[in-house]
């Protein structure tokens, strides 16, 4: 198996940083990270003519935004995420046009397949609360997958099937947000990391970053996995948690399936270049760190309903966090230089398993090579649903984070969810649901959904 040879994915990340040859002196807001909720921020905010500069520590990109399996679907979201991902549908729908470039967004339907009749009906619950919202999704027979799925060696008892859900590439979306973010006067700094902040009266004051300070009232930190830290660092609590996911893609091959189908042994999406885009079904690791202790009763009910799919594992990651500072001088490196990219190795365990289950459940690519491996740290909150909200005890602080599994489809809608926080302007999507004091206020946690 070759890993990273032909690096079209990891292209995004592995590169040479492109730091700022200057900084803005001052903006109406600063947001921090640039992975697609960020970028997708700072273009609305551009667009609306406020003076926005994001600082991504690595890479546009670099981290979850670039390394995810690319499915943009509204397909078994927890409801408190389906209005805003049917914005963000609809944002997909006619973001090549806007944006000018090709994210490879195309509509070729999501499929969660069952094994048997029971499991098929366990899905029906689902197919209700879509229908709701006027989704198209339906249970469809066995026969009616075997057409859908000609190729599949595997006798499903039947799928959950949304025909207008669809997917995008990854490695092209972010950055091509990012870049007409960039076109429409937004200020988008890489390797520019964001130290903390600064506070007047109690407010946010100033953004401190690695090359200098940026006067502004208004933060927004989009920072995905190091979001905890970052917030940790300025004496606020945001539990988060993070596993490892695994991914590879294999070389162009004959078209099995035009969409996504998510199998318990298979996650598989056909690429825009020919190829497809797969990983393991049912195994994601959590390395277990400090933080898995500190927040553990609040990701219990998530463990116990996700104890199959996500496997605990001890090693150095444990002693790297411990080791790692909780608070920091802002004149001097911080952990975000120095980790610029989370960039996990993939698990051996999984890629051995994702080209048993592609060659038993799709035998024609059993000679499709599998041309690079990647894998990404998928964060996630207690409910396995995102935090966007405003830090009431530090005004002019706001978060977006806690994506989970599920963030790069909803990456658009979130990031206009979020300017419309950012500004107080309507942007037509509630996001009261997902504010951060759930966690902390006696409201139970139930996820509903998986990572
Ligand atoms: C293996 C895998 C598969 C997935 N599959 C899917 C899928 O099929 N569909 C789907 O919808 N979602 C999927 N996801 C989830 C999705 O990728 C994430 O939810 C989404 O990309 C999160 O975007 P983000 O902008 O919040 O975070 P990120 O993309 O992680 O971006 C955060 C950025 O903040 C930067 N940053 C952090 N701290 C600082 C700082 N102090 N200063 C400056 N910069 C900072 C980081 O460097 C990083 O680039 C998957 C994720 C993974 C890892």
Known sequence: MKTCKDAIVASTWNRPFEAPAQIPLKADVVIIGGGIVGVSTAWTLARQGIDVVLCEKGHIAGEQSGRNWGWVRVQGRDSREIPMMLESLRIWESLEKELGEDVGFTRGGCLFTANSEQQLRGFEDWVNIGREYAIDTRLINARELKKLLPASAINWAGAMYTPSDGRAEPHKAAPAIARAAERSGASILTACAVRGLETTAGNVSAVVTEHGVIETSTVLCAGGAWTSLFCRSLGINVPQLQVLGTVARTAPADAVLSGNVFDERLG????????????????????????????????????????????????????????????????????????????????????????????????????????????????????????????????????????????????????????????????????????????????????????
């Open 268 to 451: 598989i999406r056909r690429r825009q270049d020919g190829g497809y885009t797969v990983a393991h079904g049912s195994v994601l690791g959590h390395l277990v760190t400090p933080a898995s202790f500190k927040y553990f009763f609040k990701f219990l009910p998530a463990l116990m309903q996700q104890h199959k799919i996500v496997k605990l594992s001890f090693g150095r990651e444990f002693m790297d966090a411990w080791s790692m500072p909780k608070s920091w001088a802002l004149d001097a490196p911080t952990p975000f230089e120095d980790k610029r990219v989370l960039n996990p190795l993939p698990s051996s365990r999984a890629l051995k398993g994702i080209r048993k289950n592609l060659d038993t459940i799709f035998p024609q690519l059993s000679n499709t090579p599998i041309v690079e491996t990647w894998a990404g740290m998928i964060e996630s909150s207690p409910d396995i649903v995102p935090v966007i909200d405003a830090i009431d005890s530090l005004p002019g602080f706001h978060i977006a984070m806690g994506f989970s599994g599920h963030g790069f489809g909803l990456g658009p809608g979130a990031g206009k969810a979020a300017a419309g926080m950012l500004t107080g302007k309507d942007s037509g999507i509630d996001i009261s649901a997902l504010r951060l004091h759930r966690f902390f206020d006696g409201s139970p946690i139930k996820p509903k959904v998986s990572i």
